[in-house]
């Protein structure tokens, strides 16, 4: 054990990340304080898609049986192209576990995570304002000028996480070349609920997400100069005329957005740092390693982050041995993943027409069952080597 008494643990950020780390240090006995810049701890954004690697978590932790209800079940994922139609198509709908991917409401996943914690302490519209670390264990001053002592810190705050900040200033940052909106719309019954759609475009594409409820999740991105500059207040107008002609079901939802609070935007970005750590406090999540969201990773990483890091602290003969061990075991995975999603990027926002009409071309000319081999294998054949203590 790392320790013979139950640990003080500060966990930075009340999202998923946060929250299941929350739940597993409760469970293993330690006292844990969540605390949450804002007033309330509430889910941004619409909706998750969970691949099979994220809902083999969830089973793992024992919390799928109570999530299934709210979970959407995904049975194909297309990606097309304006001119040349279906350019690949994965089955989902087989009897192989390997394949499950669901769709979920952020709203729902985040509060059936939250009604799994039992002694947690909760601290809301509060923020840290200092560390100060010793051999011992981290000093905490927060905004509201109390001070706490806490054996470990977790960093779970996400993308633009302060406690990175705090550790690494800006270093890591890497600006992906495009920007995304997000918004939720009504199917209408215009859509196949079982279908993931993307639809490639010359330097910008859209993507749907059918969700539970008659709703799905759209995404939509463009190339740009910087993580927010000209797009970040786009007004509705220019969005609509920039994404429509991905297709009819496409244009109903973007005729939807009647005003700019519909549209999450987001620069996308890459974080990759030397460690994961530093002292007695630690990333987990975004914080530690956020990725474009290419293969729909943010979640099902988060999930993996939380276990191995519980293991670690469960298992290693001191806190610094744990957290070398937390991040030896995830890091070729995380990068592998993360470099995957960045390759797939580029080539969805190729901004060449003719680049564009031989990307369709050749893509269109690789087997479906190459493509879904090989994601699998990325996300499901290589899990357990990266759980494993064997591997750290």
Known sequence: MTDSRPMNVLVVGGGIAGIVLAILLER????????????????????????????GMLRRLGLMDDLEPYLHKIKRINIDAIRLGTLSSFMLDDEKSSREVYSVLRSDLHSRLLAHLRMTRMVKGTSVHLYSQ????????????????????????????ATRASMFGEAGRSFAGYASWRFLA?????????????????????????????????????????????????????FKAMFRGFGSASDYFVEQVSHS??????????????????????LVG?????MTPNLTQGASMALEDAYVLAMALRNGSSVEAAFSWYFQCRRRRVLAIQKKSWWLGKVAQIASPWLCRL??????????????????KLLVETTDAFYSPAKA
Request: glycine share 12%.
């Open 186 to 238: 009504k199917s209408d019954g215009v859509y196949d609920p079982s279908l993931i759609t993307e639809v490639w475009g010359i330097g910008k594409r859209f993507g749907i997400v059918p969700l539970p409820g008659g709703l799905v999740h759209c995404f939509a991105a463009t190339n740009c100069r910087d993580s927010c500059g000209e797009n970040e207040n786009m007004d509705v107008t220019a």
């Open 28 to 55: 293993d006995g330690h006292r844990v304080t969540i605390v949450e810049r804002a007033p309330e701890i509430m889910p941004v954004g619409g909706g998750i898609t969970l691949t099979m690697n994220g809902i």
């Open 261 to 282: 609070s519909q549209l999450m935007y987001n620069g996308l970005e890459d974080i990759r740092l030397p460690a994961w750590y530093s002292g007695r406090i630690v």
């Open 134 to 161: 010793s051999p011992e264990g981290v000093s905490v001053t927060f905004s509201d000028g109390r001070n706490e002592w806490f054996d470990i810190v977790a960093g779970c705050d996400g993308i633009n996480s």
């Open 359 to 376: 990307r369709d071309r050749c893509w269109k000319r690789i087997p479906d069952r190459w493509l879904q081999g090989d994601l699998e």
């Open 286 to 290: 975004d914080a530690a390693h956020g």
